[in-house]
């Protein structure tokens, strides 16, 4: 059975998923109708925008997807 050579210290283990778990600062952009930051591929909070099309047209997509 293969055996490590060397096993790899805590201090290094450490180190290194402290810069791999850093958590990322989300993405926004500004909603085209009413200027309020959204996520990008997201329906906008404010106003239920979501890219040429109103909440109720992104509802039926959302529908077709689940089918
Ligand atoms: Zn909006």
């Not at 283990?13 to 009413?34: G, I, M, V, W, Y």
């Amino acid at each position: 059975m293969a055996v490590p050579k060397h096993n790899e210290s805590k201090a290094k283990t450490r180190s290194r998923r402290a810069h791999k778990d850093k958590l990322e600062e989300p993405t926004f952009n500004f909603c085209p109708e009413c200027f309020a930051p959204k996520r990008p591929h997201r329906v906008c909070l404010e106003c239920g925008h979501y890219q040429t099309q109103g909440m109720d047209e992104a509802q039926q997509i959302i529908e077709v997807w689940e089918v």
